[in-house]
């Protein structure tokens, strides 16, 4: 019901490494956490992390988004 008035064989569009690891650290919050924070807080909190990421760390969602650019080809 999302795609109402689109070319509903359009691909979804690729998504980025920083997408990638928002997921996954919103997926580890979930997990580790019994409750739940506000995007706000969840937001800036993730957002710090990725900036202090190591590039050695974030080539796993470089390469996830690669992979996900080539699907969207």
Known sequence: ???VGKDLKKPKGKTSAYAFFMQATRDEQKKN???PLSFLKFSKKA????KNLFDEDRKTYK?????D???YK
């Open 33 to 35: 956490s019994g409750k």
């Open 63 to 67: 390469k996830m988004a690669a992979n």
């Open 47 to 50: 957002s710090e992390k990725w």
């Open 69 to 71: 650019s080539v699907r």
């Open 1 to 3: 019901m999302g795609r």
